[in-house]
């Protein structure tokens, strides 16, 4: 695992964030240090998934970078007989993913896939992962690749889905904020990098409250939504059909 220095030397131009092959060669470290409770989410999105997941049924794992929810659900497989599609737009987190999942003998059951998670046809789902994907989505997409997937997913399916979001109440947001700053710091990352990587990412990840994502869960045509999952302003949610 590379450490994540990406932002550690002072920047003229700091340019909008996006999956190349530099933030690629750096995510696990990135993730870790950035994300609370982000090896917590990863060990029980397996546990998780595998409650629902049927035979002869597939999961998808869109947007799936690296792969680690893939992997967490592989190793909690309760049927041989279902596919888990890694899809994701970056080639250099493909790439990567597809090196992973060799690594683990995983690639009978995990089919990794270069595409635009917009444009996927999802079919005969159990279980679709939304790990810290929908919010790099433009906010008019989301609630088409929502109905999309519920349109392609099986009665009892479930989307597990994991966001960063904005707290309602200003003094929580605030408190929130300061304390996701205090925990990268903690993580050994300087005021600068996290000065520059918040600059870079600002028009990239849009946040949206735990009530914005509730109703679009419901209104799309999930009829229950719990939170399974928070730590500071991350929550993951599990929407069943």
């Given amino acids: 695992m590379s450490k994540d220095e990406i932002y550690k030397r002072p920047l003229q131009n700091i340019e909008d964030f996006s999956f190349d092959k530099a933030v690629s060669d750096a995510f696990d470290d990135m993730v870790d240090r950035s994300v609370p409770g982000y090896r917590t989410l990863i060990a029980n999105i397996g546990p998780i998934a595998s409650h629902f997941l049927r035979p002869n049924t597939h999961c998808y794992d869109l947007g799936c970078s690296h792969g680690a929810a893939s992997l967490s659900i592989f190793n909690c497989l309760p049927h041989d007989s279902i596919t888990i599609h890694a899809v994701d737009n970056s080639s250099a987190m493909i790439e990567q993913c597809n090196q992973l999942v060799l690594q683990a003998g995983a690639n009978a059951c995990i089919k990794t896939q270069l595409a635009d998670i ?9 279980v679709v992962v939304l790990n810290l994907t929908l919010q790099f989505l433009p906010l008019e997409q989301r609630h088409t690749l929502l109905k999309n997937i519920v349109k392609g997913m099986n009665p009892g399916g479930a989307c597990i889905l994991t966001e960063k979001i904005i707290l309602e109440d200003n003094s929580t947001e605030q408190l929130f904020q300061a304390l996701h ?3 990268k710091s903690a993580n050994q990352y300087s005021q600068l990098e996290i000065s520059q990587k918040r600059k870079a990412i600002e028009n ?38």
Avoid: P
């Fill in 181 to 183: 700053t205090n925990f």
């Fill in 204 to 241: 990239v990840l849009i946040r949206e409250s735990l009530e914005d994502h509730r109703k679009r869960l419901i209104d799309v045509g999930f009829s229950d939504v719990t939170v399974w999952f928070q730590c500071l302003n991350f929550v993951s949610l599990i929407a069943v059909k």
């Fill in 118 to 126: 917009n444009n996927l046809d999802i079919q005969n789902a159990s």
